[in-house]
C-alpha cells in the first residue's frame, strides 16, 4: 500500500512538474524560439531521414548477402578473416570515415552516405552470418535428409530461423545510423546536426536542442519501427517477443 | 528392399585415413525393419546415411527396390527416402502442417491433397488434426515433436525409410509407448526401414533382423531370435550382455510352449479323486479345477487331498494367475516368480482352459536353440562377414 501511494504522489509531482514546465517555458518565450526554427527543422528532418534511408538501405542491401555468402560451407576457409577484418573496422570511429570519405570523394552527400554506409554495413553483415551460422546442425540435416536443394535450405529454413538476429543487427545498425547523421552536417551533407553543430558553434542552447531533440525522436522512432517490422516479419515458431 | 554392395567409407583425417564402413553388404527385405546395432564409432550411422547421400560412400554401391541410386539425383533420391533423426529436426519456423506436408510441398502436390494428407498422418499417429496443425514445434512435448517427425518422414508415403536412434532422446515411458505404435503403423504400412540403434533391447524389440557392427564391419546379420541364440563371435556375445537368454523371453509367444495336455478336476469331484488324478498326470503340488465351461475357477492341493475328506468344490484355493496364448514368455517368468509356482495354465480368448506352462517347458524351449553351438552351424541369412 505505501508503494502505491508513493507511486500516486510521484505521479501528481511528474504532472506538477510538467505544467511548471510548460509555464517556464511559455513565459521565456523559449517555445517562440522553438517555433522560429521550425520550418528548418521540418527541411533537415526529411534531408536526414534521406541520408539514413539511402546509406541504410545500401547497407542491407550489401551486408545481407555479404552475410550469406561467407555463411556458405564453400566459404568456410574465409568466412572466419573476413569477419575479422569487418570487426576491425568496426572499431574506426565514424567520424574518421567519415574524414576518410571525404579526403577521397570530396564535400557532399556522396561522401556521407558512403561513410554512413560503412558504418552500418558492419552490425548487419555480422548478425546475418552469426545467425546463419548460428542455425542447428540438426535442423540443416533435416532439411537435406528429405530433400532440399541448397537454395530451398537457405530460403525455408536459414534464413527464416537467422531471421529474428539479422533484424536485432538491422535494428542496432539503423538506430546508429540516425544518431550518426549529423556528423553528416561536418562534411556538408545537412542533416539535423546543421542545427546542432551550429547551436553550440553560437552558443544557442535553443538551437541546439531544435536539431538534437527530433534526432532523438527519428532514432526512438526508426528503432520502433525496425521492432514493430521484425515482430510482423519473422514467423512466431522463432520469434521470441511472440512466443 | 534396401541392397548395400560393398558399401565403404573411409574418412581422411589428420591422422591418416580412418575406415568408417568396410565393405558393408547387406539387404534389407520389403516390408521389414533392420536395426542396425553397435557401440559408438562402429559404423552403424555412417552405414545409414550413405544410403540418402549425407555421408558420401567412398565406394560400393546402393540399391533400392533393385534400382542403383547411383545414377540418381541427390534430391530426387532423398525426397523418395522418409528420414528421421534423433534431434527431430523439425523447423521451428513452420507449423506443424507445413512441416509435415514439406516433402509433398517439394514434390509439387497441389494443395487440397496435401492439406488431406496432413490430416490423415495426424490421425495415424493420434494427434488430434486441429489442436495440432497449426501449432509450432516448441508448443510441443518431445514425445509429441517425435510423433511429428515420424509424420513428416511418411508424408509422401516413401517405401523406404531410414531412422537414426529416433527415439534416443525420449524419456523410457514415452519410448515404449512411440515404439508400441510405430510397431501397429509399420504393420499396416509395410515401409521397408533401417533403424540404427545402440540399445540391443529396442532392437530386439523393433527389428524384423538385426545387423550389428563393429569396427565399421558387419559382424553378425540375423533375425533377433537367431541374434540371441546364436550370437557369432565373443563380441556379440558381450555386446548382447549376459542376460541374452533372458531377452529371448520377449520374441517366445507362450503359444510357442504351451503343452496342451493338462489334467482338471470338476467342482463335483470328491478330494479322493482328485488326488489320484494328482498321482496320475504326476503334479508335484496341485491340480486346477474348472467349470462348466472349463474356464479355471480353483486349485486343489495335494497336502489338502490327502489329509480331507470331502468335495473338491469345498476346499479350493484361488488360482494364482493365468496367461494367454499371445503373452510372452517375459510376463510368464515374471508371473511365476511372482506366485512362486512352476506352472501356470493358459486360456484362450473366451477364458476357457486351454493347456498349461511349466518352466521344465520354457527352459527347454529356450535351450534348445542354444545347444547346437558350432560356429558356422546355424544358418546366417544375407549375412556377408568377413571375419
Not at chain 1, 546508429?176 to 553560437?202: K, M, R, S, Y
Not at chain 2, 509407448?177 to 530386439?204: G, P, R, W, Y
Not at chain 2, 468335495?311 to 494367454?324: E, I, K, S
Request: glycine share 8%; net charge neutral.
Amino acid at each position: 500500500m505505501p508503494i502505491q501511494r508513493l507511486k500516486g504522489v510521484l505521479r501528481i509531482l511528474l504532472l506538477i512538474a510538467v505544467f511548471l514546465g510548460g509555464v517556464w517555458s511559455q513565459s521565456s518565450g523559449v517555445i517562440d524560439d522553438f517555433r522560429f526554427y521550425l520550418p528548418d527543422v521540418q527541411y533537415l528532418t526529411v534531408q536526414h531521414l534521406w541520408l539514413t534511408a539511402v546509406s541504410g538501405g545500401l547497407a542491407i542491401l550489401v551486408a545481407i548477402p555479404l552475410g550469406i555468402a561467407l555463411s556458405r560451407p564453400s566459404m568456410v576457409r574465409f568466412a572466419e578473416s573476413a569477419m575479422q577484418v569487418l570487426n576491425v573496422g568496426t572499431t574506426i570511429p565514424t567520424l574518421a570515415v567519415l574524414a576518410l570519405s571525404m579526403s577521397f570523394l570530396g564535400i557532399g552527400t556522396v561522401p556521407a552516405v558512403f561513410g554512413l554506409f560503412v558504418a552500418t554495413l558492419l552490425p548487419i553483415a555480422r548478425n546475418t552470418y552469426a545467425g546463419l551460422k548460428g542455425v542447428s546442425p540438426a535442423l540443416m540435416e533435416a532439411a537435406a535428409g528429405i530433400g532440399m536443394s541448397p537454395t530451398q535450405r537457405l530460403l525455408k529454413v536459414e534464413l527464416p530461423n537467422a531471421l529474428y538476429v539479422i533484424f536485432a543487427g538491422i535494428r542496432t545498425a539503423l538506430t546508429i545510423n540516425v544518431g550518426t547523421v549529423p556528423l553528416a552536417f561536418l562534411i556538408g551533407a545537412g542533416g539535423l546536426g546543421e542545427l546542432i553543430f551550429t547551436g553550440i558553434d553560437l552558443y544557442d542552447p535553443v538551437m541546439m536542442l531544435a536539431g538534437a531533440i527530433p534526432t532523438a525522436l527519428l532514432a526512438i522512432v526508426v528503432d520502433a519501427l525496425v521492432s514493430t517490422t521484425a515482430f510482423v516479419v519473422v514467423p512466431r515458431g522463432v520469434n521470441p517477443s511472440r512466443a | 528392399m534396401i541392397r548395400l554392395d560393398n558399401l565403404t567409407k573411409v574418412f581422411d583425417t589428420p591422422k591418416g585415413p580412418v575406415t568408417a564402413a568396410d565393405h558393408i553388404t547387406m539387404e534389407v527385405p520389403s516390408g521389414e525393419i533392420c536395426i542396425l546395432l553397435g557401440p559408438s564409432g562402429c559404423g552403424k550411422t555412417t552405414t545409414l546415411k550413405m544410403v540418402n547421400r549425407i555421408i558420401r560412400p567412398t565406394s560400393g554401391k546402393v540399391f533400392i527396390n533393385g534400382e542403383d541410386t547411383t545414377g540418381l539425383d541427390t534430391q530426387d533420391l532423398r525426397r523418395s527416402i522418409g528420414y528421421v533423426i534423433q534431434q527431430i529436426g523439425l523447423f521451428p519456423n513452420m507449423t506443424i502442417e507445413e512441416n509435415i506436408t514439406v516433402v509433398p510441398r517439394l514434390l509439387g502436390w497441389d494443395k487440397a491433397r496435401y492439406q488431406e494428407r496432413a490430416r490423415e498422418l495426424m490421425r495415424m499417429i493420434a494427434l488430434e488434426p486441429d489442436a495440432f496443425l497449426k501449432r509450432y514445434p516448441s508448443e510441443l512435448s518431445g514425445g509429441q515433436q517425435q510423433r511429428i517427425g515420424v509424420a513428416r518422414a511418411l508424408a509422401a508415403d516413401p517405401p523406404v525409410m531410414l531412422m537414426d536412434e529416433p527415439f534416443g532422446a525420449i524419456d523410457p515411458i514415452n519410448r515404449a509407448v512411440i515404439q508400441d505404435e510405430f510397431l501397429k503403423m509399420q504393420q499396416a504400412l509395410k515401409k521397408t526401414i533401417m533403424f540404427v540403434s545402440h540399445d540391443i533391447d529396442e532392437a530386439i524389440k523393433m527389428g524384423d533382423r538385426v545387423a550389428v557392427f563393429r569396427e565399421g564391419r558387419l559382424v553378425q546379420y540375423s533375425t533377433p531370435d537367431d541374434l540371441l541364440a546364436a550370437p557369432r563371435n565373443a563380441f556379440v556375445e558381450s555386446f548382447l550382455g549376459e542376460d541374452r537368454a533372458l531377452k529371448r523371453l520377449n520374441l517366445v509367444k507362450v503359444r510357442e510352449v504351451v503343452s496342451d495336455e493338462i489334467g482338471t478336476v470338476r467342482p463335483g469331484d470328491t478330494l479322493e479323486q482328485a488326488l489320484a488324478r494328482i498321482d496320475d498326470f504326476g503334479y508335484q503340488n496341485s491340480i486346477l479345477m474348472v467349470n462348466d465351461k472349463h474356464q479355471p475357477v480353483g486349485l486343489i492341493t495335494r497336502a489338502l487331498a490327502r489329509t480331507t475328506k470331502g468335495y473338491c468344490r469345498d476346499h479350493f484355493q484361488n488360482v494364482p494367475a493365468t496367461v494367454t496364448l499371445e503373452d510372452d514368455l517375459r510376463k510368464v517368468a515374471s508371473l511365476m516368480f511372482a506366485q512362486d509356482t512352476t506352472w501356470l495354465p493358459c486360456v484362450d480368448d473366451e477364458g476357457r482352459v486351454c493347456g498349461q506352462i511349466t518352466q521344465r517347458a520354457m527352459t527347454h524351449h529356450l535351450g534348445s536353440r542354444f545347444r547346437p553351438t558350432q560356429e558356422d552351424d546355424t544358418p546366417i541369412p544375407d549375412a556377408a562377414t568377413r571375419e
